[in-house]
């Protein structure tokens, strides 16, 4: 299923600004979205001067999502439009591991990202020398790194994927024949899912015993110690939480929270699925446990549905992704995604086998 294409967008100021009071009603405070009109507008008017293209996450701020962006969705959803598009400038507005996979995907266009310090604790907690050593300790094991990894961790990789396809790629190395199954770098999306596949997981720091308990001909993921420092927050309590307050809730989490959590919410899934899920599910309330602009993103695109709006936990390195700074990426064509012509030839491959898994 194809991105919401979210600008057709206003042409004039007036348009843009009706476009952004009508759509933020509820949501984001008038004289807050008064503020940013402006900017929304010469956003749109300069990205169609440029031939660009905005790709803009589910984590982006409300007056942001719901303003410039000509496509919207998650890291599978984008990564697959940056693959296809035929603008001269990509702006993704995301994090930068997502700047670098569009960057892959389109080696001779300028890829921007707004901020150079929105990071990922993710994708910093692995690096290229790490996989290679466990490709050393674990030798014939398959990698498989999340796209939440810098280009370099990919190039390391034999696949690439997404929360929104990670069932389907670990089913399709087990259908290969792959018992030892390196999940990297997320230790809660790799337990998770290796739990909802049915196979044993060990981190990579068990020791030697336990790795010896699982028979060389059965399925074994290994994972690695890294956690999203905004999902890791969410606890079981939280859970016990909503459900006294909001007892008609449906609680939705992403796999990167624990498998604590997960064992308690009602669907676990990846941003997409939670979209999916608002729009198409009837329920009395509906509870994300997810980065907060989400929530406020959904309340606004779907009005009808009554989103429980309780979260605090904002992810800081999406939060550096703002309007002003979309506006000066484009005018000064600043931060541009840069990386060696051999690094890009040996993530491709991993990005594209992801890309091809849906």
Not at 116 to 136: M, Y
Not at 221 to 229: N, Q
């Amino acid at each position: 299923m194809a991105p919401t294409v979210t600008s057709s967008r206003a042409a004039s100021l007036d348009e843009t600004r009706s476009m952004m009071h009508e759509r933020l009603k509820g949501v984001v405070p008038e004289i807050e979205i008064e503020a940013k009109v402006e900017l929304a507008h010469a956003i749109n008017v300069r990205k169609r001067k440029m031939n660009a293209v905005i790709l803009g996450h589910n984590y982006m701020e409300p007056a942001l999502y719901h303003s410039v962006p000509d496509y919207v969705g998650d890291s599978l959803q984008l990564a697959s439009i940056a693959a296809e598009t035929d603008a001269d400038v990509i702006v993704f507005c995301g994090v930068w591991f997502m700047g670098e996979t569009a960057k892959v995907l389109n080696p001779s266009k300028t890829v921007l990202v707004p901020s150079d310090k929105a990071g990922c604790s993710l994708a910093e907690g692995i690096t290229a020398e790490d996989i290679k050593r466990l490709k050393e300790r674990f030798p014939g094991a398959v990698v498989v790194t999340y796209v939440n990894t810098y280009a370099s961790a990919k190039a390391e990789s034999d696949y690439c994927c997404t929360s929104g396809n990670a069932d389907k790629v670990i089913g399709k190395l087990l259908e290969q024949g792959h018992t030892r199954i390196l999940f990297l770098p997320d230790a809660y999306l790799a337990a998770n899912t290796a739990a909802q596949m049915g196979v044993p997981y060990l981190d990579s720091e068990s020791d030697a015993a336990a790795f010896d308990a699982v028979a060389p001909d059965q399925p074994l993921v290994i994972g690695w110690r890294a956690k999203c420092e905004v999902h890791e927050l969410f606890t079981p309590e939280d859970v016990d939480n909503i459900r006294r307050q909001y007892p008609d809730a449906v609680i939705l989490a992403h796999p990167e929270c624990s498998p604590e959590v997960i064992a308690k919410v009602d669907v676990s899934g990846s941003t997409k699925a939670m979209v999916d899920y608002v729009r198409d599910v009837d329920a009395p309330c509906y509870a994300l446990f997810t980065e907060c602009a989400m929530g406020d993103n959904l309340a606004a695109e779907f009005p009808h549905r009554n989103m429980i709006r309780a979260c605090t936990l904002r992810c800081k390195h999406m939060n550096f992704i703002t309007l002003e700074d979309t506006l000066a990426g484009l005018e000064k064509l600043q931060y541009k995604v840069a990386l060696a012509p051999d690094l890009i030839e040996r993530a491709r491959l991993p990005i594209e086998r992801m890309i091809a898994i849906r």
